[in-house]
């Protein structure tokens, strides 16, 4: 069967710089297709070749089975219409006669415009919602206006494929939802559609299927459902993200953490005793210096728990409510020992966690540094009456290091590590 | 604005150039005035001294006036729509000071071929330097407008000092060549109407043709291409066929300067960008314009004639700051 839109072994490159290497890809009739990647991926160059803005190096492109290289450019617009991100043009034409542009590519020289034409620019006025702006100069618009004329302009055109460069870039939220809308309606009238976004989250949910690229090269490609997941995207933008799933639409919804993915190789790795969500800052923290990081023993559904747990980290769990057992305290042991530092996050002491600091002890007894904070010799955090505080001031005679900030702290085994 | 306010506009710049034309029949040394005007309509009333002063002096004057005026108008409209740039002007790719180096070569030279040797060798260099600029401006197959102007920025001042040095060295010549230079159109004729003629029958309908194309050149170059333009195609045809308009003219008038700036500033004012009513209200007003202007260049001082070039510039300047200040809006 013949594809929509086939591209076969596409190379380009400015001079000596390679952008597109061997990209190859069908798409089907009716497709939404949502393409991502980091900036300099190549995402726009391939928009530009595909409306034969550029030429490529080699490799060919077809669309509907006709090869483009024997389009004329009258007949490659007609197949497929382009938007752009813009648009701060202050044209001083109404907007019925900016759309009325996009008909050129059907006309012949000296042609005049016929009923078929006009019928082609209400349609797109009525499609883009923009029938209240057709008489009104273009350059009165709001950004958001504007790129729905420019949508419009573009559906005059008539085309089997519309492609889109970053158009909500520049938009505010309520308008970039306005311009998803109409993608996704045009989307069911049978007009192929592809897309270069930066926001993840709509194209998880309006398009139907995602390409990923990188450096040049679709590194991912499927069905948004099956193939849009956090350690895909992961691995596209090297920062880390959280996969929730959204409420209404039912797809994948991503939040970025701020944090750099981890790195291959952690310069130190260090173990955290925590709970109560007092170690949560201190996870990021230490994962953004370019350590590992381990935690434990924290009760399930404790905050710290879960934000081990969203992040990746190793993690030793006690049950909920409950207090530290023997069998999981030699485990904690286990685990923390694999680590160069122990650091004991400032919090609450109770007598449910107070088997905390005797992991630290033990850890101390067996070599391990341990590191605290000077906070966590308040009082007022001890509930146990001063035994936290003795435990910790225990450690402190043994050479435990106290710190007076946090950022001394990461110094500290930065320095260490560059020995 | 309605289309049928802008149809309306463009009928009422004809009729002010019909009516201007008649007029300036009337107007000018000799024997035949304004109220005489009326028997021009029974020609075979007229004696043949006013036959001659109106059939071989000042019709084929006017005539020339109408088209030169024209010919720079819908340039510069041409122009400055092809290049997304105000201050452009049908001079920009340095064909002035072209055809000014030729007329000087042609009066330094004393080389002569009757009445058509100054226009012809003007003519000649000032597409040479047209086509220099082309080609400087080119890079690959592509023409990057922002180059090309730098590049008729730059042979326009290569040319000015060769111009310079021309009148050093003119000596007795001077006077003719000061006089070329500052453009008018004391020596008119019908053989002159006759060479310029076919260039703007030719030129005119393929500018024409290529309204709606200018029209998607407001969008950005690139979004006209997506379209369907071809973009490269239609700078280059519509960088020479304006250029040898262009060049025609500044071979039989010399150089005239700001009519082809000012003149498309005034209707994109009134009548807005759309290049459909933007190009043939430009070439109606702009007949008008270069027409008044040489009838104020023969009046004014009568009876000596002031060059219409100095005139053009001297009017020009001012009012196109005037309206560069009152306009807020466009450009």
Not at chain 1, 245 to 262: A, D, E, N, Q, T
Not at chain 1, 317 to 331: C, G, L, R, V, Y
Request: glycine letters at 8%; a neutral charge.
């Amino acid at each position: 069967m013949s594809f929509s839109l086939s591209v076969k072994n596409l190379f380009f490159s400015y001079g000596d710089r390679k952008v597109l290497h061997n990209v190859n890809f069908n798409i089907q009739k009716g497709d939404f297709v949502g393409i991502l990647g980091p900036n300099g991926s190549g995402k726009s160059t391939l928009l530009h070749l595909l409306s034969g803005l550029l030429m490529p190096d080699t490799g060919s492109i077809f669309i509907s089975g006709k090869n483009t290289q024997e389009l004329s450019r009258k007949n490659w617009s007609q197949e497929i219409a382009i938007v752009f991100q813009e648009t701060n043009l202050n044209l001083d034409l109404e907007c019925y006669d900016v759309i009325m542009m996009g008909r050129f590519p059907h006309w012949r020289r000296w042609q005049k415009e016929n009923q078929q034409d006009i019928d082609s620019v209400l349609n797109a006025l009525q499609i883009t919602n923009t029938q209240q702006f057709a008489n009104r100069p273009f350059r009165e618009l709001s950004g958001g206006e504007k790129q729905r004329v420019m949508i419009a302009r573009a559906l005059a055109q008539e085309p089997n494929i519309l492609l889109l460069d970053e158009p909500t870039s520049h938009l505010d939220i309520l308008h970039q939802l306005d311009i998803m809308r109409i993608l996704f309606l045009l989307q069911k009238k049978d007009i192929t559609i592809l897309g270069v976004f930066h926001d993840i989250n709509l194209v998880s949910q309006f398009c139907n299927q995602v390409m990923f690229l990188k450096k040049g090269v679709i590194v991912h490609r499927g069905l948004v459902g099956k193939s849009l997941h956090a350690p895909q995207v992961e691995e596209l933008f090297d920062v880390e993200f959280l996969e929730e799933i959204h409420p209404y639409s039912l797809r994948p919804f991503f939040m970025p953490l701020g944090i750099v993915k981890k790195i291959e190789s952690p310069s130190a790795s260090i173990h955290l005793i925590c709970g109560g969500g007092s170690g949560s800052n201190f996870m990021k923290e230490f994962l953004e210096a370019g350590f590992s990081v381990s935690v434990g023993i924290v009760n399930q559904f404790d905050s710290d728990q879960e934000m081990a747990s969203k992040l990746g980290i190793p993690v030793m769990i006690e049950k909920p409510f409950s207090p530290i057992s023997d069998d999981n305290f030699q485990k904690a042991i286990n685990l923390a020992a694999q680590s160069d530092y122990i650091f004991i996050a400032p919090g609450y002491w109770g007598r449910g966690n107070l088997k905390n600091l005797d992991l630290a002890i033990s850890l101390q007894e067996r070599g391990k540094k341990i590191f605290f904070l000077q906070d966590s010799l308040d009082r007022n955090w001890d509930y146990t009456e001063g035994l936290a505080i003795n435990k910790l001031n225990l450690l402190a005679q043994h050479h435990a290091e106290v710190f007076s900030s946090f950022t001394e702290l990461i110094d500290r085994i930065k320095k260490d590590c560059l020995k | 604005m309605k289309i049928t306010k802008k149809r309306q506009i463009i009928l009422a710049l004809i009729i002010i150039l019909v009516l201007s034309m008649v007029f300036s029949l009337g107007i000018g040394g000799g024997r035949f005035q304004i109220s005489d005007l009326l028997s021009f309509l029974q020609p075979s009333s007229l004696l043949p001294t006013e036959k001659t002063i109106l059939f071989e002096i000042r019709l084929p004057r006017l005539i020339l006036s109408v088209l030169v005026g024209a010919a720079l108008s819908l340039s510069g409209a041409v122009l400055q729509g092809l290049f997304q740039n105000p201050l452009v002007d049908p001079y920009v790719l340095g064909i002035s000071s072209g055809g000014a180096v030729g007329a000087i070569v042609a009066i330094l030279s004393g080389i002569s071929l009757g009445f058509i040797t100054l226009p012809l060798f003007s003519f000649l260099f000032a597409l040479a330097t047209t086509f220099l600029v082309l080609r400087l401006g080119q890079i690959g197959h592509k023409m990057p407008l922002e180059i090309m102007l730098l590049a008729g920025v730059a042979i326009g001042f290569f040319f000015s000092a060769l111009i310079s040095l021309g009148m050093f060295l003119a000596g007795e010549n001077l006077h003719q060549m000061v006089f070329w230079i500052m453009g008018g159109f004391w020596n008119s004729s019908w053989n002159k109407v006759y060479t310029l003629l076919p260039f703007f029958l030719i030129g005119f309908p393929i500018i024409f043709s290529y309204s709606r194309e200018l029209n998607t050149f407001l969008l950005g170059e690139k979004v006209a291409e997506s379209m369907g333009v071809e973009v490269e195609k239609t700078k280059k045809i519509l960088l020479i066929v304006t250029s040898l308009l262009v060049a025609a003219s500044v071979s039989v008038s010399g150089v005239i300067g700001f009519v082809g700036l000012v003149v498309p500033h005034i209707i994109r004012i009134i009548i807005g960008e759309d290049h459909r009513q933007l190009l043939p209200a430009s070439l109606f007003l702009g007949s008008s314009v270069l027409l008044w202007a040489d009838i104020f260049s023969r009046t004014l001082l009568h009876p000596v004639e002031l060059p219409v070039g100095v005139l053009t510039s001297l009017m020009g300047a001012p009012f196109f700051i005037y309206l560069l200040r009152r306009k807020k809006k466009g450009w």
